[in-house]
């Protein structure tokens, strides 16, 4: 099983819809959770921390299961710009500080 | 304040040539790491360091060597280039405490071509 998994999609959405992504994670002894963006041939940028009881940021809402090992996140009143890549990040704590597992992304395209 | 910048952008080599990824940031990070991302893959953890002269091996070392002799700088060395180093090399860094210290800040990426 993958430490981190997410459909690739990609999922195909007209402008103003919600979409939904999921993620699940393998390992409980993980402490923190994240979305990152990743646009075309960039460099992943953070989107949104994610807290057990759940965080919104504008159109964006995350929310954490711990007793699934499950994240999702929502996108409301879609964008073109919303275009991109969606990674699920998992965080656990090691001797060497602490080691993000990426999940290998789920592509989001907004059209017209 | 450019945070983290990588050179060069591009580069292609040929099997058997060595390089050096260079990786700066000025923000006064503790934490560097490198990440290659093949296509269609996650990120994957080449090494990392916590401090200037502690460096250490994640994921997927075999082929690379890093240093680290100052807070700012985390050189990433490719010896003997082979076509499966073929992928987008991301640096990245993030504080040793405070609100964000789970946040890793990233470069813009080196992508790397071997032939």
């Known amino acids: 099983r993958k430490e981190v998994e997410q459909d690739p999609g990609p999922f195909n959405v007209p402008e103003g819809a919600t979409v939904a992504f999921n993620c699940t994670y393998s390992n409980s002894a993980s402490q923190s959770f994240f979305w990152y963006r990743q646009d075309c041939r960039k460099e992943p940028k953070l989107l949104m921390s994610v807290y057990s009881s759940g965080n919104e940021d504008g159109r964006f809402t995350a929310q954490l299961n711990r007793a699934s090992q499950y994240i999702s996140?929502?996108?409301?009143?879609?964008?073109?710009?919303?275009?991109a890549t969606y990674l699920c990040v998992v965080s656990l704590l090691t001797g060497g500080g602490n080691k993000l597992t990426f999940g290998t992304g789920t592509q989001l395209k907004v059209e017209l | 304040n450019a945070g983290v910048t990588q050179t060069p952008k591009f580069r292609i080599l040929k099997i058997g040539q060595s390089m050096t990824?260079?990786?700066?940031?000025?923000?006064?990070?503790?934490?560097?790491?490198?990440?290659?991302?093949?296509?269609?893959?996650?990120?994957?953890?080449?090494?990392?360091?916590?401090?200037?002269?502690?460096?250490?091996?994640?994921?997927?070392?075999?082929g690379y060597n890093v240093s680290r002799s100052t807070t700012e700088d985390f050189p990433l060395r490719l010896e003997l280039a082979a076509p499966s180093q073929t992928s987008v090399y991301f640096c990245a860094s993030r504080p040793l405490a405070g609100g964000r210290?789970?946040?890793?800040?990233?470069?813009p990426g080196t992508r790397l071509t071997v032939l």
């Open chain 2, 21 to 62: 990824l260079q990786c700066t940031q000025d923000m006064n990070h503790n934490y560097m790491y490198w990440y290659r991302q093949d296509p269609g893959m996650g990120l994957k953890l080449i090494y990392y360091s916590v401090g200037a002269g502690i460096t250490d091996k994640g994921e997927v070392p075999n």
């Open chain 2, 101 to 107: 210290a789970d946040t890793q800040y990233f470069g």
């Open chain 1, 73 to 83: 996140l929502l996108i409301r009143d879609s964008k073109l710009s919303d275009s």
